[in-house]
């Protein structure tokens, strides 16, 4: 299985953080898996954000629960991050993973 994020890499304060991520070698409906977002800021160590598994379900962080919204594609065997009202502390290293799986990450900038 493999994981690759996408999205733009900067990102202006107050706008909308949107990345996807992109599963080849198994499917997001399998079920048991729960497809999830990472992040690391600068110095600092993970943060999960949230999770989708297999059925559609979500769950998130309880800090970023008010400005995340996690969503997936299943025909294009995708799922999507969007993270609103961004500020420069979002500034970081984006993952993606089903817990055994991991994407390489990207990074974002959050910054006029």
């Known amino acids: 299985v493999q994981l690759l994020e996408s999205g733009p890499g900067l990102v202006k304060p107050s706008q909308t953080l949107s990345l996807t991520c992109t599963v080849s070698?198994?499917?997001?409906?399998?079920?048991?898996?729960?497809w999830t977002w990472i992040r690391q800021p600068p110095g600092k160590g993970l943060e999960w954000i949230g999770t989708?598994?297999?059925?559609?379900?979500?769950s998130y962080s309880p800090s970023l629960k008010s400005r995340t919204s996690i969503s997936r594609d299943t025909s294009n065997n995708q799922f999507s991050l969007q993270l609103t009202s961004v500020a420069p502390e979002d500034t970081a290293m984006y993952y993606c993973?089903?817990?055994?799986?991991w994407g390489q990450g990207t990074q974002v900038t959050v910054s006029s």
């Open positions: 993973t089903n817990w055994i799986y």
């Open positions: 070698g198994g499917s997001i409906t399998t079920s048991g898996y729960y």
């Open positions: 989708i598994d297999f059925s559609g379900s979500t």
